[in-house]
């Protein structure tokens, strides 16, 4: 399973990942600290309309422990609220 985290970005601003659409599509573990897959975070942003970090925070607790995946998070905001 690939999991996407800070490492993502140093990788894919290196060129070591040519398509980052193959990585966003797939469900990986975003907040590793309470188990919450992309998945759940998208079903939860489109679902219920949500536009911050902090919104998405309140409704599936991800980024509540360490906030190391709130980079994550914000990305598929943009991605899903482009």
């Known amino acids: 399973m690939v999991k996407k985290s800070k490492s993502f970005h ?3 601003s290196s060129g070591l990942l040519k398509e980052e659409k193959i990585i966003m599509n797939q469900d ?3 907040c590793h600290c309470m ?5 759940e975070i998208v079903k939860a942003i ?5 536009r911050t970090f902090e919104e998405v925070q309140d409704t599936t607790e991800a980024g509540t ?3 190391g995946c709130q980079d994550d998070i914000e990305d598929i905001l943009k991605e899903i609220n482009a």
């Open 65 to 67: 422990v360490c906030g």
């Open 10 to 12: 140093l990788l894919f």
């Open 46 to 50: 489109q679902e219920k309309k949500l």
């Open 28 to 30: 990986v573990e975003i």
């Open 35 to 39: 188990g919450i897959m992309k998945s």
